[in-house]
């Protein structure tokens, strides 16, 4: 039976989106059979998705420059655009605090106050603490995985044990971090406050991260000795500032530039950094997120066609179909249907920026018509995106550890205990939480 509320190229209107997701994840598969580095990161996704729109404007079937309008009106919509500016500003506040030595003062911060018989824990607490500050899981890895791995073979620990716990704990800081992509596209989907959602994700994260804190403590068999490098405390001051003002509920673009400035003030009084090459840090900064500002972009574009097609509420009303089989009192049903949708898109394209953005349009429909507040929203997409991403062993950031490390990146996700924790402990709270409290949350938001 044909749903009413759909067009008649409802589900064809689909079909660009699919093309998508078969060249981003059928490049990546073919790549990784050749034993190609980084093979999912072949074809980026800023150029898969073309030919997924030109063939989005020939199934439009109107006028070129119409079909160009509608391009155009999707990849400049509000959240997307406000999307982007925030993505320009957190890549330049990660690249100034870099250049100012601020990524080395964490690490090594953290690393001076582990004691070696919680070298386990330690190295989660570390990892997910900095990759709160950097809102980047990459970045994270990439600062920590060389001392990690001298540090396993020093303390004689599994490399594969020590290599997902640092996958643990860059995930825990990605899905909770509020300059980190994945909080930016969740937020503006939804149209969420950035430090309601943070709110609404901790009271998720933090339980799974203290059950994955004590089964690395009992993990941990070591006596070996700890040492760091010499650093500066002051090193660390922009990352605290930055998440103490977000958290409180500062503009996001106030807290981003204030910690631009602070950056660069610190370095320059306390160590050797130019302020004459500010400028340039932050145009490095601007270009590491040139491909995910392209993306949003364009995948904004894309969704517009399927939203003027009906295709968004064609998928809306199977979920819905599907979800109402499930004896489930208030929203828990939907908000499982969230749950499920950034999980398997992820699994499918590996990104969860990505994932996010993809599925944000559908989440925030059943979101409003089930009553899901939209932190709840944000927190659910953010939450199941980021498990997928560090379950997956062709994500960019099993394969850097993976290299790291000298194991298979499949090595890495089978001991990234935290994300298999999440899942348990963020399904589980779904179906118990009591209906009444999502009612409150909607009367409160």
């Given at each position: 039976?044909?749903?009413p509320?759909?067009p008649?190229?409802?589900?064809?209107?689909l079909?660009?989106?699919?093309?998508?997701?078969?060249?981003?994840?059928?490049?990546?598969?073919?790549?990784?059979?050749?034993?190609i580095?980084?093979?999912?990161?072949?074809?980026?996704?800023?150029v898969?998705?073309?030919?997924?729109?030109?063939?989005?404007?020939?199934?439009?079937?109107?006028?070129?420059?119409?079909?160009?309008d509608?391009?155009?009106?999707?990849?400049?919509?509000?959240?997307?655009?406000?999307?982007?500016?925030?993505?320009?500003?957190?890549?330049?506040?990660a690249?100034?605090?870099?250049?100012?030595?601020?990524?080395?003062?964490?690490?090594?911060a953290?690393?001076s106050?582990?004691?070696?018989?919680?070298?386990?824990?330690g190295?989660?607490?570390?990892a997910?603490?900095i990759?709160?500050?950097?809102?980047?899981?990459?970045?994270?890895?990439?600062?920590?995985?060389?001392?990690?791995?001298?540090?396993?073979?020093?303390?004689?620990?599994?490399?594969?044990?020590?290599?997902?716990?640092?996958?643990?704990?860059?995930?825990?800081?990605?899905?909770?971090?509020?300059?980190?992509?994945?909080?930016?596209?969740?937020t503006?989907?939804?149209?969420?406050?950035?430090?309601?959602k943070?709110?609404?994700?901790?009271?998720?994260?933090?339980?799974?991260?203290?059950?994955?804190?004590?089964?690395?403590?009992?993990?941990?068999?070591?006596?070996?000795?700890?040492?760091?490098?010499?650093?500066?405390w002051?090193?660390?001051?922009?990352?605290?500032?930055?998440l103490?003002?977000?958290?409180?509920?500062?503009?996001?673009?106030v807290?981003?530039?204030?910690g631009i400035?602070?950056?660069?003030?610190?370095?320059?009084i306390?160590?050797?950094y130019?302020l004459?090459?500010?400028?340039?840090?932050?145009?490095?900064?601007?270009?590491?997120?040139?491909?995910?500002?392209?993306?949003?972009?364009?995948v904004s574009?894309?969704?517009?066609?399927?939203?003027?097609?009906?295709?968004?509420?064609?998928?809306?009303?199977?979920?819905?179909?599907?979800?109402?089989?499930l004896k489930l009192a208030?929203?828990?049903?939907?908000q499982?249907?969230?749950a499920?949708?950034?999980?398997?898109?992820?699994?499918?394209?590996?990104?969860?920026t990505?994932?996010?953005?993809?599925?944000?349009?559908?989440?925030?429909?059943?979101?409003?018509q089930?009553?899901?507040?939209?932190?709840?929203?944000?927190?659910?997409?953010?939450i199941?995106?980021?498990?997928?991403?560090?379950?997956?062993?062709?994500?960019?950031?099993?394969?850097l550890?993976?290299?790291?490390?000298?194991?298979s990146?499949?090595?890495?996700?089978?001991?990234s205990?935290?994300?298999?924790?999440?899942?348990?402990?963020?399904?589980?709270?779904?179906?118990?939480r009591?209906?009444?409290?999502?009612?409150g949350?909607?009367?409160?938001?």
């Amino acid at each position: 039976m044909v749903n009413p509320l759909s067009p008649p190229g409802a589900k064809r209107s689909l079909i660009p989106l699919v093309l998508f997701v078969l060249l981003f994840l059928g490049s990546g598969l073919y790549f990784q059979a050749q034993q190609i580095d980084y093979a999912f990161y072949q074809l980026p996704g800023h150029v898969a998705i073309i030919p997924a729109i030109m063939l989005a404007v020939w199934l439009h079937r109107a006028p070129l420059q119409q079909s160009i309008d509608v391009l155009i009106k999707g990849a400049g919509n509000q959240n997307i655009i406000t999307m982007c500016l925030i993505y320009l500003l957190a890549g330049a506040f990660a690249s100034v605090a870099t250049a100012t030595g601020g990524v080395d003062a964490a690490v090594n911060a953290g690393l001076s106050v582990v004691p070696a018989a919680w070298l386990l824990p330690g190295l989660f607490i570390i990892a997910a603490l900095i990759s709160t500050a950097m809102g980047t899981s990459m970045g994270t890895i990439g600062a920590l995985a060389p001392i990690a791995a001298g540090l396993a073979t020093q303390a004689n620990l599994d490399n594969a044990l020590v290599a997902g716990v640092l996958l643990s704990g860059a995930m825990f800081g990605d899905n909770l971090s509020i300059i980190s992509d994945t909080t930016i596209a969740s937020t503006r989907t939804q149209g969420a406050r950035m430090a309601d959602k943070f709110k609404e994700n901790i009271k998720i994260a933090l339980p799974a991260a203290v059950l994955t804190l004590l089964l690395y403590t009992l993990l941990t068999r070591t006596t070996a000795p700890i040492s760091a490098a010499d650093f500066s405390w002051t090193g660390v001051l922009p990352y605290a500032a930055i998440l103490v003002l977000a958290v409180l509920g500062l503009n996001v673009f106030v807290v981003l530039v204030l910690g631009i400035i602070l950056a660069a003030v610190q370095g320059s009084i306390f160590a050797d950094y130019q302020l004459a090459g500010l400028g340039k840090d932050i145009a490095t900064g601007f270009a590491s997120v040139q491909e995910i500002f392209l993306l949003a972009m364009l995948v904004s574009g894309l969704s517009e066609f399927i939203k003027q097609q009906g295709g968004l509420s064609w998928i809306s009303a199977k979920i819905q179909h599907i979800t109402g089989k499930l004896k489930l009192a208030g929203s828990k049903a939907q908000q499982l249907a969230i749950a499920a949708l950034a999980f398997s898109s992820n699994l499918c394209i590996a990104n969860n920026t990505v994932a996010i953005v993809l599925t944000g349009d559908v989440a925030k429909n059943l979101a409003q018509q089930h009553h899901i507040t939209p932190r709840r929203s944000a927190s659910l997409l953010d939450i199941f995106a980021c498990i997928s991403q560090g379950l997956v062993p062709y994500g960019a950031q099993a394969l850097l550890l993976g290299a790291s490390f000298g194991i298979s990146p499949w090595q890495v996700v089978t001991h990234s205990y935290y994300c298999l924790i999440l899942l348990l402990v963020a399904t589980s709270i779904i179906l118990i939480r009591k209906t009444d409290q999502v009612a409150g949350e909607v009367s409160s938001g």
